[in-house]
């Protein structure tokens, strides 16, 4: 079983340090017990951590997402359904499930009642609400209330300010895709209460507000235990959400000095690149991690869950058994994601030979029929396997232990990279072009890779470079004003071997047509 220090998961024996995510109050229990003492609320904090990777009744103490139309709960997992969107409507992934609301996705011709669209949706707000009831019940005044003084009382100030940033990051996920969202917050009545809809201009102002009120309240960066957030997460969801400023708020809104501000707060805090891409993305990738700044963890044994990395793995592999084996899932693939080809040829050479981040299988490069998973290159970038070539435990040869990097410090490079070159202020191209360098000399494990200067198209291809099936692609495309229209295309793009344009309403997500039909609030984004 896969070992690590997140504490706030030790919920039935206090000396235990696995990755268990599946232990939480009862249902049983009420409020005033269980928020009685400072381990109870470490205990419902593991609650407000596990609803990011646990499906169905794994753990989460409440009922999870019910998505009519969904048999399947492993369809519901967050990050499965993120990467859905992110990448599965991008050049960089296509599927080959003969599922007519999953190939909506790549053909980009999604409309409301799509059951994974709103399996999204209903996805970040079930954690929020999650959220909610936490902070709720952690406020100042009942954590004095219930007599609980002095570094118990201390920790449950951090717990709080943890909980206030993944309720923040979820509302992050849905202005993102959805723009504008139903909006509910530890302020407003528990049970008949209809949501009021936020506009997403609103929503960044309350994001950005949540983030810097929580400063001082999260632990300093790289103290906290492994998977629980800490400021440098707050700043690297700020120096993320300024960049795509100009999306969210209108063209002559950027945020450009921000991202760079809040990137070098992050950058300078003490992270390092992992010296061996390929270890960020393996089953051991919780241990002696220097560039992970936030990471979704993922148990075999303890948080099973065929959404998540598993997904992510399984899902990119066949049936060959030697294959499968190196990849830690002997019990065999799915047959379903692949790259279109601008994935792989953005390598140039795609091998793996030069530049160490192309992690790609077998397949071919042209794609004549999107239900062969042979045609198309398999992303490979994912592995159950450890750095040192060992496959951990998996119950069923399946399920996987790999966690997931939410936000790591290569990133924050690219967000200052590209701030500077929007005219952001208070960084420099000098410093940007070090950055830029240092990804690409890991990359290369030399220095054969460097560059003497870039453009902004440059940073888009690196950052598809570094960043492919991390849940970027989509967001990346939408701020170059590269994913609707015609002006790139990639095969099937819009259904079309060759690609073709869709139209700008795309770049939103439709708000699922279940809630606007229930919810007299909520107005459809406009093309649904």
């Known amino acids: 079983m896969k070992k690590y220090s997140i504490a706030l998961l030790v919920l039935l024996a206090s000396s235990s340090c696995t990755k268990n995510l599946n232990r939480e109050p009862s249902n049983t229990n009420t409020a005033g017990l269980q928020y009685s003492t400072a381990a109870g609320y470490k205990q419902v904090l593991a609650k407000v951590y596990g609803s990011y990777s646990l499906v169905s009744s794994q753990g989460t103490g409440v009922s999870d997402v019910n998505i009519a139309g969904i048999t399947d709960p492993g369809t519901t997992d967050f990050l499965r359904a993120l990467f859905n969107i992110q990448e599965l409507m991008t050049d960089n992934d296509i599927c080959a499930w003969n599922d007519a609301n999953l190939q909506a996705f790549h053909n980009i011709n999604l409309v409301s009642g799509n059951v994974y669209v709103d399996a999204m949706y209903t996805r970040s707000l079930f954690q929020i609400t999650v959220a909610n009831e936490f902070i709720k019940e952690s406020t100042p005044a009942a954590v004095a209330a219930r007599h609980i003084t002095g570094a118990d009382a201390d920790n449950i100030r951090h717990y709080r300010a943890e909980a206030r940033f993944l309720r923040a990051f979820q509302y992050w996920v849905l202005m993102d895709l959805f723009g504008n969202p139903a909006f509910v917050t530890d302020s407003d009545p528990i049970g008949d209460y209809i949501p009021k809809q936020i506009k997403r201009a609103d929503l960044f102002a309350y994001i950005e507000s949540e983030l810097k009120s929580i400063d001082a309240d999260l632990v300093a960066p790289r103290q906290n235990e492994y998977g629980r957030a800490d400021q440098a997460a707050a700043w690297a969801l700020l120096a993320r959400m300024y960049l795509n400023a100009e999306v969210y708020l209108g063209q002559g809104n950027g945020r450009y000095t921000d991202a760079i501000t809040y990137a070098s707060k992050v950058i300078n805090a003490g992270y390092s690149l992992m010296p061996h891409y390929a270890n960020l993305f393996k089953s051991d990738n919780n241990l002696n991690n220097p560039e992970v700044i936030l990471p979704i963890a993922y148990d075999a044994t303890s948080s099973q869950n065929y959404g998540g990395t598993t997904f992510l793995i399984c899902s990119a592999h066949g049936t060959d058994p030697t294959d499968n084996g190196e990849f830690g899932i002997p019990a065999g693939g799915w047959l379903g994601n692949r790259s279109t080809s601008p994935?792989?040829?953005?390598?140039?050479?795609?091998?793996?030979?030069?530049?160490?981040?192309?992690?790609?299988?077998?397949?071919?490069?042209?794609?004549n029929s999107v239900l062969d998973f042979t045609q198309g290159v398999e992303v490979h970038k994912f592995s159950n396997q450890t750095s040192t070539g060992a496959t951990p435990y998996s119950p069923n040869g399946v399920l996987c232990s790999t966690d997931f990097p939410l936000f790591r410090l290569a990133e924050m490079y690219l967000v200052y990279i590209e701030a500077v070159a929007r005219g952001g202020s208070g960084g420099s191209t000098a410093t940007a072009l070090?950055?830029?360098?240092?990804?690409?000399?890991?990359?290369?494990?030399?220095?054969?890779?460097?560059?003497?200067?870039?453009?902004?198209?440059?940073?888009?291809?690196?950052?598809?470079?570094?960043?492919?099936?991390?849940?970027?692609?989509?967001?990346?495309?939408?701020?170059f004003n590269a994913f609707s229209g015609g002006s790139y295309l990639w095969p099937w793009k819009g259904g079309v071997p060759a690609g073709t344009g869709v139209d700008a309403h795309y770049n939103l997500l439709p708000l699922p047509a279940a809630e606007v039909n229930s919810n007299p609030n909520l107005v459809q984004n406009p093309g649904y």
């Not at 990359?443 to 200067?453: K, L, P, Q, T, V």
């Not at 888009?460 to 989509?474: G, I």
């Open 343 to 367: 994935l792989p040829t953005a390598f140039g050479d795609y091998s793996g030979a030069t530049d160490k981040r192309a992690l790609f299988g077998s397949g071919t490069l042209a794609i």
């Open 434 to 479: 070090q950055y830029f360098n240092q990804l690409r000399t890991r990359a290369y494990e030399s220095a054969g890779g460097n560059i003497n200067s870039y453009s902004l198209a440059d940073i888009l291809t690196e950052r598809q470079r570094e960043l492919y099936w991390e849940c970027f692609r989509r967001s990346d495309l939408i701020r």
